[in-house]
């Protein structure tokens, strides 16, 4: 019996040392994310179900991961947060500026990553940005190159035709605006008349919109989530207008664009799911990591809106796929 006790002690002790193993550093086996997505739209579902996958694909069953939809409200953001806080969660992606802005709120320990985050300093207020945050904060930027963006819209709308831009955008987002000032800059130089058009929320988008087709020649919205919720607004007013919309990213322009310059948003949240990874694993400290940008962007067009406005398509750019 004595012996039989024994073999058991040592096999057990063997299984728990296999299952330290598998594990991370820590000995952790198991490990918990909480996903707050500021809005439901294609990008934002998107980078989360990027984000998703990494982490199935290199933890399978040892992550459990809880998304939250704060349905474009700022206040259901922080709740959530706030939630995952006191669950204490091992890590938090926060997918869109007001999600980031909550999730930094709600704690300085536990590791935040970003994704769909167009600016890191503008939507943390930090001044001389060198690429990393110094918090416990890193994760991925949605900025399509604004010079690039005010290229494509000169090469389809020329100042000499089209000398009157309007852009369009939510207040209550600050990397809207961000994008706003900064292509604002670039048109100027070109020789365009830029003039901002703004809403505080969808309540007033139709109307902001009337306002902006009719004092200019084309329109330019960013990527902003409050528009990319609106789409169907916006496009039924500039439809009207026969007004073109150039677009920061796909899925504004799948709803209400001509052409847009834009990135992968799955493979963005998957490149932030593999730096979840690299922070629960391997013990990667965001302060530390440097927030990354999309490897390539991509000119799209919308085929339907461009028949039906009669613009003509340069052959280097790719049709969106129609829904």
């Keep these: 019996m004595k012996k039989r006790w024994i073999a058991m002690l040592t096999a057990a002790t063997l299984m728990a040392t296999s299952f330290t193993a598998c594990g991370s550093s820590s000995g952790k086996t198991e490990y918990k994310v909480g996903v707050i997505q500021l809005v439901q739209h294609e990008a934002l579902d998107a980078a989360t179900q990027g984000f998703e996958d990494a982490l199935k694909d290199k933890l399978g069953d040892s992550v459990e991961i809880e998304v939250q939809n704060a349905a474009g409200d700022s206040a259901t953001c922080a709740t959530i947060a706030n939630t995952f806080a ?33 600016d890191y ?41 089209y000398s009157k831009v309007g852009i369009i955008y939510c207040t209550a987002e600050p990397n809207s605006k961000y994008q706003a000032d900064n292509i604002s800059e670039y048109l100027e130089d070109k020789g365009y008349t830029v003039t901002e058009y703004t809403f505080s929320d969808s309540n007033d988008i139709a109307s902001v919109t009337q306002t902006a087709c009719d004092n200019s020649d084309v329109l330019y919205i960013p990527t902003d989530n409050t528009a990319a919720s609106c789409t169907e607004t916006i496009n039924s007013v500039a439809t009207a207008a026969a007004m073109p919309i150039v677009t920061g990213e796909a899925g504004i322009c799948k709803g209400c664009g001509v052409a847009t310059l834009s990135i992968d948003y799955y493979q963005l949240g998957y490149r932030t799911g593999e730096m979840a990874y690299e922070v629960l694993v391997n013990g990667a400290d ?23 406005l009669g613009i003509t398509i340069p052959a280097d750019y790719e049709a969106l796929e129609e829904e």
């Design 286 to 308: 965001p302060a530390e990591m440097e927030v990354e940008t999309a490897e390539t962007v991509t000119k799209q067009y919308n085929a339907k809106i461009c028949e039906q």
């Design 121 to 161: 300093a503008t939507a943390l207020e930090m001044d001389d940005w060198e690429g990393t945050t110094g918090i416990n904060v890193s994760g991925t930027s949605d900025l399509a190159p604004l010079d690039q963006q005010a290229d494509m819209l000169e090469e389809l709308f020329p100042a000499d035709s």
């Design 86 to 118: 006191s669950k204490n969660v091992d890590l938090i992606m926060a997918n869109a500026t007001a999600s980031l802005q909550a999730a930094v709120a709600s704690t300085g320990t536990i590791p935040i990553l970003g994704t769909s985050v167009t």
